[in-house]
C-alpha cells in the first residue's frame, strides 16, 4: 500500500481562510440586519460551502489495484489501475487553465478543468508545483493530482518497487 497525503500550501489556506472569514462576515451582517431574505442566500452558500469541504482531496492512495482520491467526507474517487495507461510528473498546468466545474482555492482547487495543453482535465490540487498527470486507456479524462510525495506516487502508480530512506 502507498498513502501519501495531499497537504493544503499557503495559497490555499488563506484561500480557504479568507471565504471561511466572509463567511462569518456575512453571518453577522445577516443576522444585526435582521434580513430574512439574507438568512436565505446565507444557508445556500453556507451548504455550498460544506459540500465543497466535505469533497476537497485529502491522501492519494494505491492499494488492492486501485488509485484513490481521498476526500474529507466524500466518497473517495477510484480509478482502476487496469486503466492507467501512464502516470508522469505535470511541472505545471500553464497560464490559461479554466476552471469550467469546480472548485478554485477553498480547501484546493478540484473538479473539471480544461487548458490547451491537456484539453479537458479533472483536477485534484491542493498545493502549486509539481504534480502527477494519470492519463488512463478508457477514454476517462486524465487526472491531475498534487499529491506531497510526486515521485513515490508515480512509482506506486506505475508498480514500480519504492526505494525508502
Request: hydrophobic share 50%.
Amino acid at each position: 500500500m502507498f498513502r501519501t497525503p495531499m497537504s493544503l500550501d499557503k495559497t490555499q489556506r488563506t484561500m480557504t481562510l479568507v471565504v471561511s472569514g466572509l463567511l462569518v462576515v456575512s453571518l453577522a451582517v445577516v443576522v444585526l440586519v435582521k434580513a430574512a431574505a439574507g438568512l436565505g442566500v446565507f444557508g445556500v452558500l453556507a451548504v455550498v460551502l460544506v459540500l465543497a469541504w466535505a469533497m476537497s482531496p485529502t491522501a492519494l492512495v494505491v492499494e488492492d489495484g486501485e488509485l484513490r482520491v481521498e476526500r474529507r467526507a466524500w466518497r473517495a474517487m477510484r480509478v482502476p489501475l487496469s486503466q492507467v495507461a501512464s502516470a508522469s510528473p505535470l511541472n505545471k498546468l500553464g497560464g490559461r487553465t479554466l476552471r469550467l466545474f469546480g472548485v478554485g482555492g477553498f480547501f484546493g482547487s478540484y473538479g473539471l478543468f480544461s487548458n490547451g495543453e491537456l484539453g479537458k482535465f479533472r483536477l485534484y490540487a491542493t498545493h502549486g508545483g509539481q504534480a502527477v498527470l494519470v492519463r488512463r486507456t478508457d477514454g476517462e479524462l486524465p487526472l491531475v493530482l498534487t499529491p506531497d510525495d510526486v515521485q513515490g506516487a508515480i512509482a506506486a502508480i506505475e508498480g514500480r518497487p519504492q526505494l525508502t530512506a
